[in-house]
T-cell receptor, first 114, second 110 residues
Framework: EPEVTQTPSHQVTQMGQEVILRCVPISNHLYFYWYRQILGQKVEFLVSFYNNEISEKSEIFDDQFSVERPDGSNFTLKIRSTKLEDSAMYFC????????????FGPGTRLTVT | DAKTTQPPSMDCAEGRAANLPCNHS???????VYWYRQIHSQGPQYIIHGLKNNETNEMASLIITEDRKSSTLILPHATLRDTAVYYCIVRVASRNDMRFGAGTRLTVKP
């Protein structure tokens, strides 16, 4: 069964450094998403992406964050200057189309900012 | 999106039905009810969704009250692998995002 993959599984970075989290969505899906989950807290929506542009974003997704689909398979989340509070599990998800009831989530990347 | 209310935790005996309630008293006519679960910090997993009719799939059943102000997710024969946090989400189909709440932590006990 096709699945969303994410790399790396765990990323450690120093405060102020740039980090790029990578995702490979399911191949025929058109909508892509990033969510994050701070340890012990709820899953929070960050951004959705369609047709090479941001479709929706939350108030969390400020200028420090950017997303890109650099080629036909990868979908990336960049954090320009990481802060301690960016430490979280970051989940990528994809869905076949806008009105799809199911979003398929990847296993997540645990980001630790020291 | 309508706000949902779920109990923070529930226990269920292995092999028995797990009935997880969700209140969404402010739901509007075009909002669907979705259920996802998250097993031990893995990515959330879709379970089932519905608008007003009861729904069943290979994982679960969804019972929505006639006034649509509440729903119940039923896992008919819970196993230890069903131990997870279960999220009830209400949203219009045209939105991109899933807004997760705190969910219900279901513990299936032997």
């Amino acid at each position: 069964e096709p699945e969303v993959t994410q790399t790396p599984s765990h990323q450690v970075t120093q405060m102020g450094q740039e980090v790029i989290l990578r995702c490979v969505p399911i191949s025929n899906h058109l909508y892509f998403y990033w969510y994050r989950q701070i340890l012990g807290q709820k899953v929070e929506f960050l951004v959705s992406f369609y047709n090479n542009e941001i479709s929706e974003k939350s108030e969390i997704f400020d200028d420090q964050f950017s997303v890109e689909r650099p080629d036909g398979s990868n979908f990336t989340l960049k954090i320009r200057s990481t802060k301690l509070e960016d430490s979280a599990m970051y989940f990528c998800a994809s869905s076949p189309d806008r009105n799809s009831y199911e979003q398929y989530f990847g296993p997540g990347t645990r980001l630790t900012v020291t | 999106d309508a706000k949902t209310t779920q109990p923070p935790s529930m226990d269920c005996a292995e092999g028995r039905a797990a009935n997880l309630p969700c209140n969404h008293s402010t739901i509007s006519g075009n909002e669907y009810v979705y259920w996802y679960r998250q097993i031990h910090s893995q990515g959330p997993q879709y379970i089932i969704h519905g608008l007003k009719n009861n729904e069943t799939n290979e994982m679960a059943s969804l019972i929505i009250t006639e006034d649509r102000k509440s729903s119940t997710l039923i896992l008919p024969h819970a196993t230890l692998r069903d131990t997870a946090v279960y999220y009830c989400i209400v949203r219009v189909a045209s939105r991109n995002d899933m807004r997760f709440g705190a969910g219900t932590r279901l513990t299936v006990k032997p």
